[in-house]
């Protein structure tokens, strides 16, 4: 694991150092293991390893690619992490949402466009007077969605989605026990809505925070 370590490492250096740079093509495997002083097998797992967590792209037939290092690419590695929570850590990830995405939606507040945010009341509008768990739960997720999206930062935004996984389980928890979570869910989305379309930052971010904060305490209370 050590020798696959370096072979890792080295590759990464001529990454960062714009040797290679996204979309490049890599050198042929042994013309690349004689020039970093690894032997082809080393290689071979550094490279399986740097594809697990989208940095490469291996093209059966047609070599192995750096990938465009886009920011949600490269994060989605941590939504298959994190899908392997247990029960008694989604709370940890509900608070790193609590940090993230009030701050996301202030900064939607600035930056969305009107046609953006008239897209966001749209996914509201789009609910059925008496909406299912999982007709909530999919607008839920989108309406998060957009605003992470209308943040304007993409790390932030893939952030966000990808603590959405543990989450996802939790909300239908709360549906299904709380007769009021799908209206107050609702009026709480609103809120947030209101607060972006006025184009009042601090408003829309203490919206979010009550609301995200309100998931959090029921569910640690149920935990």
């Not at 080295?10 to 040797?19: C, L, N, Y």
């Not at 192995?64 to 929570?85: I, M, N």
Request: proline share 4%; net charge negative; charged share 25%.
């Amino acid at each position: 694991m050590a020798v696959t370590d370096a072979a890792i490492d080295r590759i990464k250096d001529m990454i960062i150092t714009g040797e290679l740079a996204p979309g490049d093509r890599l050198p042929k495997e042994a013309d690349l293991a004689e020039r970093l002083g690894l032997s082809r097998n080393s290689l071979r797992e550094a490279v399986r390893a740097l594809a697990l967590i989208n940095v490469l792209d291996v093209r059966q037939g047609d070599g192995t690619y750096v990938t465009s290092l886009e920011p949600r690419l490269l994060l989605d590695a941590l939504s298959f992490v994190v899908d392997f929570h247990r029960d008694d850590t989604v709370l940890q990830f509900f608070q790193v949402r609590r940090i993230l995405e009030p701050a996301a939606t202030a900064m939607a507040a600035t930056t969305m466009s009107d046609a953006d945010i008239a897209e966001l009341r749209k996914i509201l509008d789009a609910l059925p007077a008496n909406p299912s768990i999982e007709q909530l739960v999919a607008n839920d997720l989108e309406f998060h969605q957009r605003i992470a999206e209308g943040s304007g930062n993409a790390v932030l935004c893939s952030l966000i989605e990808s603590l959405s996984g543990p989450t996802t389980r939790a909300r239908v928890w709360r549906g299904l026990t709380q007769e009021n979570a799908p209206s107050k869910t609702l009026d709480q989305h609103y809120a947030i809505y209101e607060a972006i379309a006025a184009r009042q930052p601090e408003v829309a971010q203490a919206w979010a925070t009550v609301h995200i904060a309100g998931v959090e305490e029921w569910l640690r209370q149920a935990l």
